[in-house]
């Protein structure tokens, strides 16, 4: 059974900062690409920044050079650092890990609420 679960969303102040956590585990397949997905209500997911199985790493210009993604392989955990954050930051947090065995499959975490107060 695939589970993705995430810790670390909460409340900050703008200029602060806040680590996500997303431990995976069954997943079926070899990863192509591990990251975070955000979501404003009514709005569309977008992404914030992924692992491809190019070895490289893919960040919004929204968060660049403010948000940093890493990855323990031994606790199969993947982790995005957020630091100086904005109210537009404000949204649902999603974990995502895509795999491919037969086909490609798409796994999500549950979602972790990020709030900037005012």
């Known amino acids: 059974q695939v589970q993705l679960v995430e810790s670390g969303g909460g409340l900050v102040q703008p200029g602060g900062s806040l680590r996500l956590s997303c431990a995976y585990s069954?997943?079926?397949?070899?990863?192509?690409?591990m990251g975070w997905y955000r979501q404003d209500p009514g709005k569309q997911r977008e992404l914030v920044a992924t692992?491809?199985?190019?070895?490289?790493?893919f960040y919004a210009d929204s968060v660049k050079g403010r948000f940093t993604l890493s990855r323990d392989h031994s606790r199969n955990t993947v982790y995005l650092q957020m630091n100086n954050l904005k109210p537009e930051d404000e949204a649902v947090y999603y974990c995502?890990?895509?795999?491919?065995?037969?086909?490609?499959?798409?796994?999500w975490g549950q979602g972790t609420q990020v709030t900037l107060s005012s």
């Open positions: 692992f491809t199985s190019g070895a490289t790493t």
């Open positions: 995502n890990v895509e795999a491919i065995a037969t086909r490609i499959s798409k796994y």
């Open positions: 069954g997943i079926i397949g070899v990863i192509r690409a």
